[in-house]
């Protein structure tokens, strides 16, 4: 099968917003097909620190925004918890399209995990991206996340919380891996306190570091 990227569709000495744009129009994999838009990013395109998720989910899908369904919302309580003001924070994804399957009544739109080839079709617009913004810390936001930014050898469960250091194209830069909340909010109720509480502990290492 022939290997497919997203990097035919990145625009060379583009900025955020050129990327934005040039991104709608990505057939770096199928993904694109059935869902509604590119969603990209949002977030100064400077700022420290650098969020990535998975992809985007129904509702970013259907509002062309990252993180403004349930799990975003969770997402900025954390961060404001852990110290951080949400407005300064780049917010993106490591894949740009929702993946999804429609079943039973209504066809409601079911969240698919994205495989490691649309994790690799896509990390040349991630790369362009951390180029750009350049932050002082990356947190990868679950296992997907964690993929791209930093290999298949990283598990969230044991690497969570820690600065991981790790040579890249602009030398060496700092990660930090933890849940995605999205995670969390699928956590048994007893239970979903602790994990909130565990999410705000390791963004508090990131936000030790600006």
């Not at 199928?30 to 969020?51: C, K, N």
């Not at 044991?158 to 030398?171: A, F, I, N, Q, W």
Request: proline share 7%.
């Amino acid at each position: 099968m022939t290997e497919v990227s997203a990097a035919d569709f990145v625009p060379a000495g583009a900025g955020i917003e050129a990327l934005r744009a040039a991104a709608q129009d990505c057939r770096g994999c199928e993904l694109w097909e059935p869902a509604t838009q590119a969603v990209f990013s949002a977030g100064p395109d400077r700022a420290q620190l650098v969020l990535v998720g998975e992809q985007p989910g129904d509702q970013e899908d259907r509002q062309g925004a990252p993180f403004v369904g349930p799990a975003g919302r969770l997402l900025v309580r954390a961060v404001e918890e852990a110290g951080l003001a949400p407005g300064d924070i780049y917010r993106t994804n490591a894949v740009k399209h929702f993946r999804f399957t429609q079943e039973g009544p209504g066809r409601r739109r079911i969240h698919q995990t994205p495989e490691m080839r649309h994790i690799t079709a896509c990390k040349p617009w991630l790369v362009a991206e951390l180029r750009l913004v350049d932050p002082v810390v990356t947190v990868a936001l679950g296992a997907t996340a964690a993929k791209a930014l930093l290999g298949p050898a990283v598990r969230v469960t044991r690497d969570r919380g820690t600065v991981l250091e790790r040579d890249t194209s602009l030398g060496p830069r700092r990660f930090v891996v933890t849940t995605h909340p999205s995670a969390v909010l699928r956590t048994p109720e007893d239970s979903r306190d602790e994990a909130f509480a565990a999410l705000v502990a390791d963004l508090r290492v990131a936000a030790a570091l600006l």
